[in-house]
């Protein structure tokens, strides 16, 4: 297969779960208007998801193109041998790229720098399909240099991509309320009930389910947590704006006063890197884990 192909095979299977949400948005608008619970607030706050695709969308295709363009500069010049694309490579790119995107994911919510992109995604009170879609417009920047390590050891940027591309469009159906839980499938696969753990504040729920396709990673690295009742979304602190400009830079204000503030550099970056609930009053202690409370509330 060249990587032309590949491409192809990328942009169908893209193309693919999009129709699959889709139908599942229809799904949920048709059930919402018929059990009357569609509601103003659900519909604005879906408006606001999709809207941040806009400025996302414009930054990531500059931070993808400038990221290939990379890869390809250092596995031409620097990496000495590269996988051929079969069957077998493509199949183990995904898996390659699951994994970088659990750890890509877990490192999101425990960096506070990181958070302030991410906390975009969990910011929605609701869970459908409209959710996948909602996005800080730089997230992309730490998924370009976290896949480094895979052209350098040998998988071909187009193999990367291809397992991004896939990893990411697969996620567009998980979030809904319309699927119940899948039996088997919820040891081994990211579902529905998964990811909307993910997406609960509650305490038991905090900074779970990182996963992308599989599953398996959070039962191998100890952040598995299965649904045991609906969770409540968004973000732990009082956060329901439908402004798409406050969801998309919601965190970043405090984030720099408490940077602006620090009385040293270490606290200065303690505020940049460490878990986004660490204060100086924690000191070295493990904070909770409740990466959805910033330091501040703002």
């Given at each position: ?253 405090g984030l720099y006063r408490d940077v602006r503030d620090a009385p040293s550099v270490k606290q200065a970056m303690m505020h940049l890197f460490a878990h986004p609930s660490w204060t100086p009053e924690s000191g070295n202690q493990t904070p909770v884990a409740t990466s959805k409370i910033p330091s501040k509330v703002l």
């Amino acid at each position: 297969m060249t990587a032309e192909e590949l491409d192809l095979l990328a942009t169908s299977i893209d193309d693919s779960f999009f129709l699959i949400g889709v139908g599942v948005l229809i799904y949920e608008l048709l059930r919402g208007l018929a059990n009357n619970s569609l509601g103003k607030q659900r519909v604005l706050d879906m408006l606001t998801s999709v809207s941040t695709q806009l400025p996302s969308f414009l930054i990531q295709v500059f931070v993808i193109g400038f990221a290939y363009l990379g890869y390809l500069k250092l596995s031409d010049s620097l990496i000495g041998w590269t996988f051929s694309i079969n069957g077998w490579t493509i199949l183990a790119a995904v898996l390659a790229c699951d994994f970088v995107y659990y750890w890509e994911h877990r490192c999101s919510h425990v960096i506070r720098l990181l958070w302030t992109q991410h906390a975009v995604h969990h910011s929605s009170r609701f869970m459908n399909i409209a959710v996948a879609a909602r996005f800080g417009p730089l997230e992309g920047v730490a998924s370009a240099v976290l896949h480094l390590p895979l052209i350098i050891i040998g998988f071909p940027p187009a193999l990367v991509f291809f397992g991004i591309v896939t990893v990411l469009a697969y996620q567009t159906w998980l979030h809904t309320e319309t699927i119940g839980r899948l039996g088997m499938l919820e040891k081994l696969l990211n579902t529905p009930s998964n990811h909307r753990v993910h997406h609960g504040c509650d305490e038991k729920y905090l900074d779970k389910n990182y996963g992308g396709i599989l599953i398996i990673w959070d039962r191998m690295f100890g952040s598995y947590q299965s649904e045991e009742e609906t969770p409540r979304y968004g973000l732990k602190r009082d956060f329901n704006a439908l402004n798409p400009f406050h969801v998309c830079f919601s965190e970043i204000p405090g984030l720099y006063r408490d940077v602006r503030d620090a009385p040293s550099v270490k606290q200065a970056m303690m505020h940049l890197f460490a878990h986004p609930s660490w204060t100086p009053e924690s000191g070295n202690q493990t904070p909770v884990a409740t990466s959805k409370i910033p330091s501040k509330v703002l």
